[in-house]
């Protein structure tokens, strides 16, 4: 697979950021932007329109759910795939009937990690 696209990082923990870019660097040469909470995340997707959003779920000021619904407002075709250190089946259910692409728990392997973007870019961007 080779991705080329744009993709969102949100997180507000930088290491958390560089980790999951070196992980997506792997897809390709996508470009890689990055947003530490939920609101510059809004405002970055209006201004840069990336083809895809990391978003992680529990953020200060701006929370991935509230996020979410954002970015719905703004493109309601836009794919999301969440992240999250506390998978609470309440906030994945909540987030897949937002549109959710797909999620991702940030205690998964490298490998598993790479293997789901690759397969939610393929689902997503099939006809690309």
Do not use: W
Request: one cysteine or more; a negative charge.
């Amino acid at each position: 697979m080779s991705f080329k696209g744009k993709i969102l990082l949100v997180d507000d923990e930088a290491h958390v950021r560089k980790y999951i870019g070196l992980i997506a660097r792997q897809l390709g040469s996508p470009q890689l932007i990055e947003a530490s909470n939920g609101r510059e995340a809004v405002e970055l997707y209006q201004s840069e329109k990336p083809d895809l959003v990391l978003l992680d779920v529990n953020m200060p000021l701006q929370d991935g759910i509230q996020t979410l619904k954002q970015l719905n407002q703004v493109d309601p075709d836009c794919v999301v795939i969440m992240m999250t250190s506390l998978a609470s089946r309440q906030i994945i259910e909540e987030a897949a009937e937002l549109g959710a692409a797909n999620y991702i728990r940030k205690d998964t392997s490298k490998e598993a990690i790479l293997s789901l973007l690759q397969q939610t870019i393929s689902q997503c961007f099939a006809n690309d």
